[in-house]
């Protein structure tokens, strides 16, 4: 059985405790990973502080920090096949899939390599004539990074990228479920050459996550996850008053009007929803499709979902792989039977696999004479498609935005002027027109209301990790007069 350690000043070490992480392929024990304490925690925040004001680190210059970032996305790149493989084993995502999004990921590090040194200041047109007034730019300081298992090398990029660019150190909190791939990153960001804990890495349950974002020396929280988990963080970050981004669920809405392209939006609904077993926080999970087209779209979808290639993670030619745990393909039959009690109409799927392991089939609920059923306000994070249908796009509209969350959404039409009073009347922070589940460094992500706050790729998500410096200079030779009247 492989073992794995954590990251803390530069350093690999066991911690105090450990635990098995399971094959979702297999649902048995196929590594040993270390369980931070809050000892350990405490250990890592220090690190992460002590680099945070270290000639190594605070002397470096924004270009030096950029090259370094360089060399973290030529090793990324350098290893991405390997990462992949440990990331398919540890989580049950399918190697298709982690192959290429890995192999992306090196581009989130150049992004904020290039960015490092063009995060400006500005100089103010002060209204006082002998005052020069400039704003600076400096970095907040150790942040607290918390990924889930899904996507992970993605959704630590798009926190360790722009903070490391803007000048912060980092504790990074894997998620304990499938923590393989980040505790390897840490491997793999030890060869670039930062500065000891400028990154360190660690895993654990709550406790750890606890101590993390109530730490006292940590001045931002980023994370990614659920909204139940984000309450707890936002109430711990009330002992140390860190601003927090938040990343999180969604049930996003993937419309398609009678005009569209049919199959170019079936095969966008496949990927919205079955890419990835559907353990995606943008997932278009709701299909709301207008009523000429609902059969044939949905004979259409049928047929596509019951012909997905269903297998182990590590084989090339699978499509759909395991949940990566147990709890996940429970929670999801408990939805669709209580969705299916609620009047929903089981269109494809919704039975769990024989055998081991955590498979569950793509799934389609159609919903349209079931509008209360559970399945349309409830994230599943796994490929099951609820299905309402719509006549006016007023309607659809209003359907779309019947929801808590606001993550991302989907609109499929060939009519200009629609497309674009969609765009402005989605409640959500991402919307894809006649594509779906695109992303890039460039484009930041984020969402509206349960879908948390703050963004994430992009410029903003840099000056995120900044504060504002206001600096004045006098330039009047005069001695200061009256010093009781306010400048």
């Keep these: 059985m492989q073992t794995f350690q954590q990251y803390i000043g530069g350093a690999f070490e066991d911690a105090g405790a450990s635990f098995a992480s399971l094959d979702p392929a297999t649902g048995k024990p196929w590594a040993q990973m270390p369980s931070a304490?809050?000892?350990?925690?405490?250990?890592?925040?220090?690190?992460a502080e002590a680099a945070f004001f270290s000639a190594d680190w605070a002397g470096m210059t924004a270009t030096q920090r950029g090259k370094l970032l360089m060399r973290l996305a030529d090793l990324v790149a350098e290893n991405a096949p390997r990462l992949a493989r440990l990331e398919t084993r540890d989580t049950g995502k399918i190697i298709r899939e982690t192959s290429a999004q890995i192999a992306y990921v090196a581009e989130y590090y150049r992004y904020y390599a290039g960015l490092a040194d063009k995060i400006e200041g500005a100089h103010l047109p002060i209204d006082k004539p002998d005052m020069e007034v400039w704003l600076r730019r400096e970095p907040v300081g150790v942040v607290a990074a918390i990924v889930p298992w899904n996507s992970q090398l993605f959704l630590s990029a798009?926190?360790?990228?722009?903070?490391?660019?803007?000048?912060?150190?980092?504790?990074?909190?894997?998620?304990?479920?499938?923590?393989?791939?980040m505790l390897e990153f840490a491997r793999i960001f030890d060869q670039a050459g930062f500065p000891p804990g400028v990154l360190n890495v660690i895993t654990g349950g709550p406790e750890a996550g606890a101590a993390l974002t109530s730490h006292a020396s940590v001045a931002h929280v980023a994370f990614t996850g659920g909204p139940e988990t984000a309450r707890h963080i936002?109430?711990?970050?009330?002992?140390?008053?860190?601003?927090?981004?938040?990343?999180?669920?969604?049930?996003?809405p993937f419309i398609v009007f009678d005009d569209a392209d049919l199959e170019s939006a079936v095969n966008a609904q496949v990927s919205g929803i079955f890419a990835a077993t559907g353990q995606s926080c943008v997932a278009g999970s709701r299909l709301v499709i207008q009523k000429g087209i609902k059969d044939a779209f949905l004979a259409r979808l049928k047929e596509k979902a019951e012909a997905v290639v269903i297998g182990a993670p590590d084989d090339m030619a699978t499509e759909v792989g395991p949940l990566c745990t147990l709890k996940q393909?429970?929670?999801?039959?408990r939805l669709i039977e209580a969705s299916v009690a609620a009047g929903a109409e089981l269109v494809t799927g919704g039975t769990a696999a024989d055998g081991e392991g955590f498979y569950f089939p793509p799934t389609v609920l159609d919903c349209s004479a079931a509008p209360t059923a559970p399945c349309l306000s409830t994230e599943f994070f796994g490929p099951v498609l609820s299905v309402v249908s719509f006549e006016t796009e007023a309607e659809a509209l209003e359907i779309a935005n019947t929801t808590a969350f606001g993550l991302a959404s989907g609109v499929f039409t060939r009519h200009l002027t629609c497309a674009h009073r969609m765009i402005r009347g989605i409640r959500a922070g991402i919307v894809w027109v006649n594509t779906y589940?695109?992303?890039s460094p460039i484009a930041p992500f984020g969402g509206h209301g349960l879908s948390g706050h703050g963004r994430e790729g992009g410029l903003q998500a840099a000056l995120d990790y900044t504060k504002v410096k206001a600096v004045w200079l006098r330039t009047s030779d005069e001695a200061i007069p009256d010093p009781f009247v306010m400048r």
Aim: proline share 5%; glycine share 8%.
């Design 329 to 333: 393909r429970d929670h999801a039959l």
């Design 437 to 439: 589940r695109a992303v």
């Design 234 to 252: 936002v109430r711990n970050s009330a002992e140390n008053l860190a601003s927090t981004s938040l990343e999180l669920g969604g049930k996003s």
């Design 158 to 181: 798009v926190k360790i990228g722009p903070a490391l660019a803007a000048g912060c150190t980092v504790v990074l909190k894997a998620s304990e479920e499938g923590p393989a791939p």
């Design 37 to 47: 304490s809050a000892a350990d925690v405490d250990r890592a925040v220090r690190a």
